[in-house]
Nanobody, 119 residues
């Protein structure tokens, strides 16, 4: 069992930066691939970025590539999403999840953190 708690969201102007954190409980965090999704009002939940259990592989949506960086610290049971050059269209609730990237199975989810980018 893994419990996930996101933090770091907030209001930022376009062009600004935020770093989201996702803290996990439990001793099995390092066994899981981790992912960030986001959901804007009235839209589907979209993939943003993922990182393998070891941190050796990362994956990004086209919208995030070059602006966002996913990383993890298994010693701290935490995954991060550094977001730079933010745009109003990045406004959404951001969720982290733990699971298996190749199988697209995400077993554990956080409650989400709101990111709002003003123009």
């Amino acid at each position: 069992q893994v419990q996930l708690v996101e933090s770091g969201g907030g209001l930022v102007q376009a062009g600004g930066s935020l770093r989201l954190s996702c803290a996990a409980s439990g001793r099995t965090f390092s066994r899981y691939d981790m992912v960030w999704f986001r959901q804007a009002p009235g839209k589907d939940r979209d993939f943003v970025a993922a990182i393998s259990w070891s941190g050796g592989r990362t994956y990004y949506a086209d919208s995030a590539n070059g602006r966002f960086t996913i990383s993890r610290d298994n010693a701290k049971n935490t995954v991060y999403l550094q977001m730079n050059s933010l745009k109003p269209e990045d406004t959404a609730v951001y969720y982290c999840a733990a699971g298996n990237y190749e199988r697209s199975i995400w077993s554990y989810w956080g409650q989400g953190t709101q990111v709002t980018v003003s123009s």
